[in-house]
């Protein structure tokens, strides 16, 4: 502030070094005024910086009234110099003030470079930086040391013409000047690295400047108009402050703008350049930031590759590498990794060694790195991954004040967070809900809300554990920008509640197609919105009514049915909702049959697709879901019987619903193998025929385990693949490729075991009965000893309650019951000792080891044998695909039919399963 003159700080955004300097300058000097580069708009934010609640990285947001979406950030962290010097004035009671260019002209003057360009805005998250307005105490505004691209000048812009990189990077100018490659490393030595009580505390800005000013005597034409713009702003706001505080005038700005503001320009010059910029209204308010997103590529953290590293240099009161090594070392002991005093000593030696060899006044990241891989991890990348992810970077959120500005909907979303106990994190975690509990029920509807207004805090995910309809998994992570969608989503609603609703019913009139607005009804039961349940499904209904398209009906059929699951756990009315589901599932019964003819390749497989999931969904539909709808699951077996038979129908598509007839029990074995047969006759063409085995058993349908166990239909399958001819092979090829790699390793070793034996090694194995193929006549009593025990805790019976369960004292109803893998039938290839008291394949006394249980009883424990069979009997005859057909209970036992156990499908926890339908 010699001779009248401002005090001018240049700094690096987010330099500790430039922090460290502007609070040791700010002490010594003890202006009357601080001026700081950022938005006027923000002066009265500045209080909020002193609340004890306040806790950076906080980022200032600037976005337009009437497009919230337009919008623009100023971060700062801890170890930010704007940060600091706005920390210092409230310290010491001394005015500050924001002097840059409003945001009311930055977001104006970017909405119309956009509408030039014909290009839409970027998003939030760039918006106040390289590629939005660029005007912040932000890496991306190009015009500090080291920063990132100039905002709005492309290379080559001859707007702005500067040498090569220049403006982009001055701080790689000043680096290569000084014979360093890195221009990082140069700045850690001469900044970073120095001591704040190091000589005068006015020498490194003073250093800074005079190279600044020979950098920008290069510049032809004094740079981008923007700039030119901001700099007379900036310049007028310096003289304001001269003239009212006589005490001195400090300003902390990017070093590049210190030239600018030294030059002596006339005040009706720089009024000329603000003449006529455009203007919009905006609010200001801070909202919290990230580590994480300074660190990233775009926006303000551009080039900021290690906020976690900066925090660190920032706030370690002494010895900084030893501080650091040893919170690495806390972090692997955490992982459970072996690291000692010992590691932490070593690591420290080996990079001042290395600082030391490389000529450098201190170790930097460089060499902390380098000795944390060569010492605590062992020379490996994986653990020092997680170092740089945890510490280098860090998942630090900033918080602000409950008082700071807010939208109406903002305050809303924070008093539901409270109550909900619900904390926005920027470590991405996963929540488990069980719907069960109101409080998990009211977390559910907040996140389907929030999703519904594009505020995607959380994600759904695959629930490891339960996948019943009370309980859902959610991966959650809050973004900064985030902020930036709920002041978008404020136009709809003062609450979440309204606004979803609001949003809900617009996007229910803009939908384009059927399928859309399924998904939308889905979504507004999982929100729990009544509201606007009814709009949606009223423009549902009449989107239905038009809709022609099967293939749209079947997209739209089995979101309607699962919001019906997710209606009954949640207590909504879906009445409405079944009524519209059982009206969509007739049309496609009437129209997909005609719909099938005629298709190519690609559509086949998507019609396929389409029967699998209105097959799907009606079984969850049910006969009857509505009043004036019945017999749905009898009429779709009729339409799947009509695809299986009509020629003109595509060979994946008959294929299919002749297996979804079987798996049904709707179709006999023995006719299922006649079509089979039909089809692979010679007089079929090979790729319609590998058309409909791929149909039959591809898809990872189960269709392995179905060759594997009815050996009638794997003979036919190869006696047709080595009749092919040589000249079509290779055109089916993709095709069989396609149907077996689907299966499960060990179904294809065992497949590949049985035609390597060939059929006569495939007929030995059932040659002593005369039952179905791949299965013996006899009970393995060894195998039906080791199941006894487990039934019996399933059912809940004691040691004696078998017998109560033989006299048919079973409920009425239709049960799942679930019985471990050892009721399985392995296949000729499979290892039989695991299972205990198996019978020895070697012992020829034994059955076969492709038997399976009957109704022989074994004299050593007669009661329980014959009991499990009545029970068996009185519960029902089991048909080839494992289900039960219903009997009545009354009489005695009958015998149990041969089961398919490859037919047995598997429940959730990887048990065998088989329908009991009582």
């Known amino acids: 502030m010699a001779g009248g003159g401002p005090l001018l700080l240049g700094v690096r955004h987010h330099g500790p070094g430039s922090a460290r300097a502007v609070r040791a300058a700010l002490e010594a000097a003890r202006p009357g005024i601080v001026l700081i580069e950022g938005p006027p708009e923000a002066d009265a934010l500045i209080p909020l910086a002193a609340d004890e609640d306040m806790r950076p990285p906080v980022a200032l947001l600037a976005h337009a009234l009437d497009e919230p979406g337009r919008s623009a950030f100023w971060p700062l962290a801890e170890f930010s110099p704007e940060w600091v010097a706005v920390r210092w004035a409230l310290e010491h009671d001394v005015p500050a003030r924001f002097i840059d260019l409003p945001a009311a002209h930055t977001l104006a003057w970017r909405a119309g470079e956009c509408a030039v360009e014909g290009t839409e805005p970027d998003e939030p998250e760039e918006s106040a930086s390289g590629k939005g307005s660029g005007y912040g105490p932000g890496k991306g505004d190009g015009h500090g040391p080291g920063e990132g691209g100039e905002p709005g000048v492309r290379e080559g812009d001859e707007s702005g013409a500067v040498l090569p990189g220049l403006r982009g990077d001055p701080l790689a100018a000043l680096a290569e000047a000084a014979g360093y490659d890195d221009p990082e490393l140069w700045w850690e030595d001469a900044v970073e690295h120095r001591s704040a009580g190091d000589g005068d505390v006015l020498a490194p800005f003073t250093a800074l400047e005079e190279a600044m000013t020979a950098l920008r005597e290069t510049e032809e034409g004094g740079g981008p108009d923007r700039d030119l713009a901001r700099e007379a702003y900036m310049r007028l706001q310096v003289r304001a402050a001269q003239r009212e505080f006589t005490q001195g005038v400090a300003v902390v700005c990017g070093a590049w703008h210190v030239p600018a503001l030294r030059r002596k320009v006339t005040v009706g010059a720089d009024r000329a350049l603000l003449k006529g910029l455009p203007r919009t209204k905006v609010e200001m308010t801070w909202v919290p930031w990230t580590h994480r997103r300074l660190s990233r590529a775009g926006g303000y953290g551009a080039g900021i590759e290690s906020p976690g590293w900066y925090g660190h240099l920032f706030t ?255 207590g909504t009315g879906t009445g409405a909702l079944a009524e519209v589901a059982a009206g969509l599932a007739e049309r496609i019964f009437v129209g997909l049959p005609p719909a099938c003819a005629a298709l190519d390749a690609d559509a086949a497989q998507e019609m396929r697709r389409h029967v699998d999931a209105v097959h799907g969904a009606v079984g969850l539909l049910g006969d009857t879901p509505a009043p004036g709808h019945g017999a749905l699951r009898a009429r779709w077996r009729d339409v799947l019987r009509t ?149 019996r805790q399933l059912l809940g019976l004691d040691d004696g309650g078998v017998e109560e369960a033989a006299g048919g004292a079973y409920p009425a109803d239709s049960t799942i019951l679930s019985v471990p893998s050892v009721l399985s039938v392995p296949s000729v290839a499979s290892d039989q000792s695991f299972l205990p008291g198996a019978a020895d394949p070697s012992d020829q006394s034994c059955p076969s080891d492709r038997t399976r249980p009957s109704d022989r009883a074994d004299p050593s424990d007669q009661s329980d044998r014959v009991a499990l069979s009545d029970w068996a009997g ?41 329908g009991v339908d009582a």
């Open 316 to 570: 370690a009161p002494d010895r900084p590498v030893e501080r650091w090594l040893t919170k690495v070392a806390g972090l692997l002991r955490a992982e459970d990794r072996l690291v000692s005093s010992a590691h932490v000593i070593e690591a420290v030696r080996l990079a001042e060694t290395l600082a030391v060899m490389r000529g450098r006044p201190l170790p930097g990241l460089s060499e902390t790195t380098e000795a944390v891989r060569a010492v605590m991890c062992e020379g490996s990348d994986v653990p020092l991954a997680l170092v740089h992810d945890r510490l280098v970077v860090g998942d630090v959120l900033g918080a602000v004040p409950a008082g700071a500005p807010a939208v109406p909907l903002q305050r809303d979303l924070a008093r539901l967070q409270r109550r909900l106990r619900l904390k926005p994190e920027a470590v991405e975690r996963e929540l488990e809900l069980d719907l069960r509990k109101e409080t998990d029920a009211g977390r559910s509807r907040l996140l389907h809300r929030l999703r519904l207004l594009g505020v995607g805090w959380g994600e759904p995910a695959a629930s490891r554990g339960s996948t019943g309809t009370f309980r859902e998994t959610w991966r959650l992570r809050w973004e900064p920008e985030l902020s930036v969608r709920v002041a978008e989503a404020g136009v709809w609603g003062t609450t979440v509640l309204a606004a979803a609703t609001a949003r809900a019913e617009a996007d229910a009139v803009t939908a384009q197609t059927l399928a859309e607005v399924t998904a939308l009804a889905e979504r507004c039961l999982l929100a729990e919105l009544p509201d606007a349940l009814g709009p949606v499904m009223r423009i549902l209904a009449d989107r239905a009514a038009l809709d022609t398209d099967v293939g749209h009906l079947a997209q739209a059929l089995p979101a309607l049915v699962r919001s019906l699951r997710y209606g009954d756990v949640r």
């Open 874 to 914: 009185r519960a029902g005859r089991t048909d080839r695909v494992g289900r039960v057909s219903q009997v009545g209970r009354a009489g005695p036992a009958e015998p149990v039919e041969q089961v398919d156990a490859g037919a047995v499908s598997q429940d959730r926890a990887g048990n065998d399963t088989v």
């Open 643 to 791: 695809l299986s038979a009509r020629d003109t129908v595509p060979g994946v598509v008959r294929g299919r619903a002749v297996r979804l007839l079987l798996d049904d029990g709707e179709l006999p074995p023995d006719e299922a193998a006649r079509l089979m047969g039909l089809v692979l006759s010679p007089g079929t063409r090979p790729a319609d025929a590998a058309a409909w085995i791929e149909g039959f058993v591809g898809g990872g349908s189960g269709g392995g385990m179905l060759l594997l166990h009815d050996e009638r239909l794997l003979a036919l399958v190869d006696a047709w693949l080595t009749g092919v001819p040589a000249e079509a092979f290779t055109d089916v090829l993709p095709l069989l490729r396609r149907t077996f790699s689907a299966y499960e390793p060990g179904v294809r070793r065992s497949i590949g075991e049985l035609v390597r034996r060939g059929p006569e090694g495939r007929g030995a194995a059932t040659a002593a009965g005369a039952g179905v193929p791949g299965f013996a006549a006899d009970l393995d009593t060894g195998r039906a000893d080791a199941v006894l025990q487990v039934v």
